[in-house]
């Protein structure tokens, strides 16, 4: 199902922005923020300011990476072919008109810098152990694209950009040391972006091979690819367990299991029938999944560090 055609023009580029941005999906930047900030709290660390410049920084680029994707999409062809969701398949603004490709393209380039400028800042505070988090995020947003999602590491690199890089780093410019506490709560972001993007790859897996990507799906087949999706969601709850036994989080920090209920859905056609699509109701909650779990993790953190 592609977008119905609309005439360029026709609709308000700030809806434009925000649709190759896929506006809807930055949320998930800022739970990322609250779950670096909150780790920084529990290391007596919090420094509020730099934590919400550190998370202008992350939205302007998960917006640059999204907006990059969606004009590779459009030139390639993928978004003139895909089966669209509300979770996968691109926006559709492109297709629809609603803003030129090579306006997008600036767009991107902008946001980018936006992100850029904030880590140099963020270099300039916390110092030379910060640039390989921000170079790796660099490199996740710049090449995730032309490169990364045609390589079979697209995946991984979404899991670090997206995941466990951001946390660590919103934790270091908050003036927390990267301790156990820190990288413990890494760990389920990465594992839960990673199936983030793993789930939304199988409704696109006929027009991503038509488009030259290269990802897990089409690597290694939907049965193998689905078996990976489900090993990384148990691992989210099992780390964050390991993590409180081990002495790295606060017991608050189990409140971030209570999501994992949310996989019923998504485990069960993973375990399933792979085969298919996986329904809507699987795909969105896996979102909310993924959303919920990072938001009760900071809560964790926040109510350990707030109470002692």
Known sequence: MTAPAITPGAASPLKGFAGVARANFLVLPLTLAAVGGAAAAFNGRLDLAAVLLATLGLVAVHAAVNAFNEVSDIRTGIDLVTQRTPFSGGSGTLPAGIIPTRV???????????????????????????????????????????????????????????GALPIIGVAMVSGSPVNDTVLVASLPAFFMTFDLLLLNEFPDERADRAGGRRHLVILLGRR???????????????????????????????????????LVKPLGWALGSAEGDPPLPALGANVVWNLATNTLLAVGLGLASALG
Request: proline share 6%.
């Open 104 to 162: 997008a393209e600036r767009f991107a380039w902008l946001a980018f810098a936006v992100g850029a400028a904030i880590g140099v800042w963020a270099i300039a505070r916390v110092g030379w152990p910060l640039v390989p988090v921000i170079a790796a995020g660099a490199i996740a947003v710049l090449f995730y694209t032309p490169w990364l999602g045609r390589t079979g590491v697209g995946e991984i690199f979404a899991g670090l950009g997206l």
């Open 224 to 262: 193998a690819a689905a078996r990976i999706y489900v090993l990384a969601a148990v691992l989210v709850p099992v780390t964050i367990v390991a993590g409180v036994l081990l002495g790295a989080l606060p017991g608050w920090a189990l409140l971030g299991l209570l999501p994992s209920l949310l």
